[in-house]
């Protein structure tokens, strides 16, 4: 049996080499790190004549996924990144499911790996997996798994504000994550930020982006009351809105008041004084006679 001391031994030597391991990385990072984000490009219009090659190997150019009417979300991935892209899809489909706007229907979702050498084959498996993930039939016309040479992928990248640098000492990506919201049209209308999307949050820039030509009563009444803060990435209850709007109805309602109270204090200082209703004195009669 190993003794108690033995074990604080190794709990030490693995702590100090652990924290070793993590400062000899983060010595070798920075420059990586300092490369990598997302800058917010909010109108930024995609180049939609850019070609890409879809998950059955068909050339597509951006446009074809752009009607006027639906809006569209693009996620920035590559398809044999080891852990980050898998969370974000899956975070992406867990959300998606949650919202009664459908893939296909209301929106679509345009999955493009910024990773040159990739095949149509892994964009194809991607797609059968998270379709079927989703689970709507309406997901296999509208999300599309692309895959596409340098040029495209730079010119893409850079239109939206995707930094990501390739990372010689693991041969993988360093890369931000996030979803980017498209309007009908094509042009950059709200950015998610990480993982963990609200699905609330998702459902409100979709409805937003499209000019409310989707989506319930229910979604216009909640945008009135929520505003989007660019800074978070989310919808946020716009208390400062309903109390600035609270002090411009009291404003106006005291400005009425006041307006009531002059004119109501002038037709009172116009009316005529009423006269002495006093009988007179007889002719010649003086009233001091004795």
């Known amino acids: 049996m190993i003794s108690g001391r033995v074990v604080r031994i190794l709990q030490a030597g693995g702590c100090v080499a652990a924290l070793a391991?993590?400062?000899?990385?983060?010595?070798?990072?920075?420059?990586?790190?300092?490369?990598?984000?997302?800058?917010?490009?909010?109108?930024?219009?995609?180049p939609l004549e850019l070609e890409f090659r879809d998950s059955n190997g068909n050339a597509v150019r951006l446009g074809q996924f752009f009607d006027g009417r639906k809006p569209a979300i693009l996620t920035l991935v590559y398809y044999q990144c080891p852990m980050l892209c898998t969370l974000a899809?899956?975070?992406?489909?867990?959300?998606?499911?949650?919202?009664?706007?459908?893939?296909?229907?209301?929106f679509d979702v345009i999955t493009v790996s910024f990773h040159p050498h990739e095949t149509p084959g892994l964009a194809a498996a991607k797609k059968r997996n998270y379709v079927q993930a989703y689970g709507r039939e309406s997901a296999e016309k509208g999300w599309h798994f692309l895959v596409g040479d340098e040029t495209a992928i730079n010119r893409l990248t850079r239109t939206v504000g995707?930094?990501?640098?390739?990372?010689?000492?693991?041969?993988?990506?360093?890369?931000?994550?996030?979803?980017?919201?498209?309007?009908?049209?094509?042009?950059?209308?709200?950015?998610?930020?990480g993982i963990g999307y609200d699905p609330k949050d998702v459902r409100l820039s979709l409805v937003e982006a499209s000019q409310r030509k989707i989506g319930s009563f229910t979604d216009y009444l909640l945008l009135s009351c929520y505003h989007f803060d660019p800074n978070q990435g989310k919808y946020?209850?716009?208390?400062?809105s309903t109390v600035r709007a609270g002090g411009v109805m009291t404003l106006a309602g005291l400005g009425t008041l006041i307006v009531f109270l002059l004119r109501r204090e002038r037709k009172q200082g116009?009316?005529?004084?009423?006269?002495?209703?006093?009988?007179?004195?007889?002719?010649?009669?003086?009233?001091?006679?004795?």
């Open 21 to 46: 391991a993590t400062t000899a990385w983060a010595q070798t990072q920075p420059a990586i790190l300092n490369e990598i984000g997302i800058d917010q490009k909010l109108g930024a219009q995609l």
């Open 89 to 106: 899809l899956n975070d992406t489909v867990r959300a998606l499911k949650e919202i009664p706007q459908t893939i296909g229907e209301d």
């Open 162 to 193: 995707f930094r990501y640098r390739w990372d010689e000492n693991t041969n993988q990506y360093a890369h931000p994550t996030g979803l980017i919201v498209l309007t009908p049209t094509g042009a950059v209308a709200r950015y998610f930020f």
């Open 236 to 240: 946020t209850w716009a208390v400062m």
């Open 270 to 290: 116009a009316s005529p004084v009423a006269e002495t209703d006093t009988a007179p004195s007889p002719a010649g009669h003086r009233s001091d006679d004795r």
